[in-house]
């Protein structure tokens, strides 16, 4: 009898830490849900901001640095790239984030990974949308999160959670903000051409933005927001350090072509969504 109730109690512990486990989530979430609710109580929107829209990893911090040495003379004295260019949903967590950006001058540069049905249809901000490379994606989030969330994730996992399912997916994601059915003010910018055709892409960046981009501003903006400089002023723009993870790859390579390191099946697999999805968009955006 005494192994039946050890299995017993074995069952009902399990029992008990899943429905526990499953309480605390939910009131996590709760919990998040009404800071947010606060936060955007007190958030001051303003038409003159400007939201950065970019899936993970798509280069967004490049151009979060790009946008503030064009709006501003460049000072490098912040501690992090989110004193001067925030991420709203990661402030709501925080306290008096809100009144901190309220107090920044305009034109205000926001990060956003948010899907495009989050903002309002009736919104007049102006948005640079950063289109890169799927499978680069793909590649450069796996690092990502093997290096700063869980080193025993693999690349099939990332691909499986990103691409081919999962709530927060690159095709659907993209397919929303290259469709822009509520007709936003967008600038679509190619990941590829600010590798390939850096000063050209700037340049159009700023005329839709309406900036004076003169010679010597060029020249900074391409000094600063440079791979080298990026990377040695790393504790700028990456993640704090957390004990037995990988902290300083943050900015990592940027490379193009690196989704090559997808399997046969994977590329396959994405090569038939896209065609499918987002073939004829990203023609029409001349991001293809």
Known sequence: MVP??????????KGL???LSKRIENFIRARTRVREALFFQTFEARDTDVYISTFLKSGTTWMQMI???????GNMDFEHIYE????????AGGKDGAERINKLNNPRIFKAHEPYEEFDPKNKNKFIHVYRDGKDVAVSLYHHRKNYKDPNETLDQIFESYFTG?????????KQWLENKDRFNILYVNYADLKNNFEETIL???????????EETLTRIKE?????????NETKFG???????IYNQFIRKGNLGDGEQLSEIQKKAFSVIYGKELLNLTKQRRLH
């Open 4 to 13: 039946f109730f050890m299995s017993l109690q074995s069952t009902i512990l």
């Open 17 to 19: 830490e899943s429905f």
């Open 67 to 73: 946008l503030y040495q064009m709006f501003t003379h």
């Open 84 to 91: 001067v260019s925030p991420w709203l949903i990661n402030e």
């Open 166 to 174: 999962g709530t927060y997916n690159w095709f659907t994601y993209t």
């Open 204 to 214: 159009d960046i700023a005329r839709f933005l309406e900036v004076n981009v003169d």
């Open 224 to 232: 600063r927001s440079s791979f080298e400089f990026m990377k040695a």
């Open 239 to 245: 993640e704090q350090a957390q004990a037995q993870k």
